[in-house]
Structure formats: C-alpha cells, structure tokens
C-alpha cells in the first residue's frame, strides 16, 4: 500500500512529516508554485528517498482549463522538478481528482502515469487526527491513501497510522507507474 501526501511542501508541517515518516518511504505529489517557493524542502523530501510527484503549477481543476493551459501546469512542474532534484518526476495527480481522457492524454505526453487513491482520509476537508487514522485504516494491500502536507491533524495522525499498518501486516512501500 502507499501513502501519499499532496499540495506541498509547507514550511510549517513538510519538516515534521519529514520526521514522523522515519525511514517509510511515502509519495509526495508537489504543488510547483510551492515547490518554487521552499526548494530546500524539496530537495530534503528526494534526499529522505520519497518518491516526487508532480501535482500541478497553480492547482487548478483541470476539466475546466483549455489544453495549452494543462500542458503548461504539467510542464512548468515537470521542469522545476527536475531542476531541483536531476530526477524527472514519472507520476501524476490531477488536483482534486478532477480527471478525463483529456487529463490523462495531457499527463502520459508528459511520461506521468496518473495516480488517484482507494482511501481519502479526508484532511483536506479538516478531519481530526483521530478520523485521519481511522480512514487510513481502511487502506487494503495496494491501496492508496490520500493525505495532504499542510494540515497539523495529519502529521500528528502519521506515526499512529503507521504502528496500525504494521499491526496489520502492511507496510507501505513506493507508489510506482
């Protein structure tokens, strides 16, 4: 199973998820206009061995943009991606979930496998620490779990979240095309 984190990264959370993950390797889908503005943070994210995922320039719903509008959204974070890690990013997640062939097209252009999530914990909408761990624990082999960086309750859930998988035999791994 994997655990994603999206819409970072935040100097006020991005280094004590950093610290709460240890050593399990997560997927963190990057917002460019916040990658663009805490560069260190994204390169302390590769460093620790996450996998980077673009996520979008300026987070848009991408069904309601024209196609030279994704496709600069896709790029532009692509290329700072790449500028700031030497590493080319190869998965995708629109932001919302907000997706059709369109999208899909745009990001495969790309190389990006588009990735969505089995298990939203639902941070975004402010769930507290203790719905965030138990979404999480909802999560089947192979799942996906949804999270966002920027949000206390998540980073606070994460260590509970991750002595529960292990009580089940899960252990998250890299999420991969």
Do not use: K
Request: glycine fraction near 10%.
């Amino acid at each position: 199973m994997a655990l994603t984190f999206d819409d970072g990264p935040y100097p006020s959370t991005t280094p004590a998820l950093l610290a709460a993950l240890g050593g399990v390797r997560a997927t963190f889908f990057l917002w460019g206009e916040h990658a663009a503005a805490h560069p260190a943070l994204v390169r302390e994210i590769a460093a620790a061995g996450h996998v980077l995922g673009n996520h979008t320039w300026t987070h848009p719903h991408l069904t309601g943009v024209s196609a030279r509008v994704r496709d600069q959204e896709v790029r532009r974070t692509q290329d700072l991606l790449v500028s700031l890690t030497g590493v080319r990013p190869e998965l995708f997640r629109p932001p919302y979930g907000d997706t059709d062939p369109s999208v899909a097209r745009t990001a495969a252009a790309h190389g990006l496998t588009e990735v969505l999530w089995t298990v939203d914990t639902r941070d975004w909408a402010g769930a507290a620490e203790d719905e965030i761990v138990a979404a999480a624990d909802r999560v089947a082999p192979g799942g996906v779990v949804l999270m966002h960086e920027g949000r206390p309750a998540t980073v606070a859930a994460v260590p509970r979240i991750l002595a529960a998988l292990a009580a089940r035999g899960l252990r998250p791994g890299l999420t991969r095309g």
